[in-house]
């Protein structure tokens, strides 16, 4: 079946078949949240990002295989609510920003920086430091070698705009800054964006109303 990326609270996952990863997509409550199960196809090695809520619809994706790893993206609870509950069950280590991690109520076994590599078995992703919604938001960069790129943002970047500053200029700005260097920047418009919330993205549907973010402020 062809992947749209729409999934909703209580429905199904949503598979994304690449080359070499399987990217499940599922929604969780309360707050609409997605959470993504990556599997290494060599390999079968999994890893989650943001384990956001409902423990038992996470473990129920996530299988008898396990996984070997959790990345929250940032510190917003509702990004890490079932992280606990998770680890508990799993054993996995626990990946977030350098500075975000003190806000996640969990302890972090790697501290991310910009740039570090986190591994699911033979497949590399390359976080980004994006600052702005918090301090040490991180996305997730995969630069698959049989097609187009594919970027976990977190709440940095949604279909329309980029994530909530709180009416804050400054930090308004710094996150348009990071999100268009690092990743509008880097990347083409080819590259498949999974947001935290809501509906997939590319790049090339966005890139043409960045100016218009810039100026309305948010």
């Known amino acids: 079946m062809t992947y749209s990326?729409?999934?909703?609270?209580?429905?199904?996952?949503?598979?994304?078949?690449l080359q070499d990863l399987i990217v499940s997509k599922v929604a969780v409550g309360p707050m609409d949240n997605n959470a993504y199960l990556l599997r290494c196809r060599a390999t079968?090695?999994?890893?989650?990002?943001?384990?956001?809520a409902e423990p038992h619809t996470l473990l129920s994706l996530i299988g008898d295989d396990g996984i070997a790893s959790v990345v929250t993206t940032h510190r917003h609870q509702d990004h890490w609510g079932a992280l606990a509950e998770v680890v508990a069950a799993t054993g996995a280590r626990t990946y977030a920003g350098r500075y975000d991690a003190e806000g996640v109520a969990v302890p972090t076994d790697v501290l991310v920086e910009d740039g570090d590599t986190i591994r699911v078995g033979r497949v590399e992703l390359t976080a980004r430091h994006l600052v702005g919604h918090t301090p040490g938001s991180i996305a997730l960069v995969y630069d698959d070698p049989h097609g187009p790129p594919h970027v976990f943002t977190g709440d940095c970047l949604f279909p329309g705009g980029v994530g909530n500053t709180r009416n804050d200029p400054e930090a308004f700005r710094s996150l348009l800054h990071d999100v268009e260097t690092k990743l509008f920047g880097a990347l083409p418009d080819e590259t498949w964006v999974y947001p935290g919330h809501g509906r997939d993205t590319t790049l090339g549907d966005e890139r043409p109303h960045l100016a218009e973010w810039r100026e309305r402020g948010w």
């Open 5 to 17: 990326g729409v999934v909703k609270v209580g429905g199904p996952a949503d598979v994304h078949e």
């Open 44 to 52: 079968d090695e999994q890893l989650l990002v943001d384990a956001a």
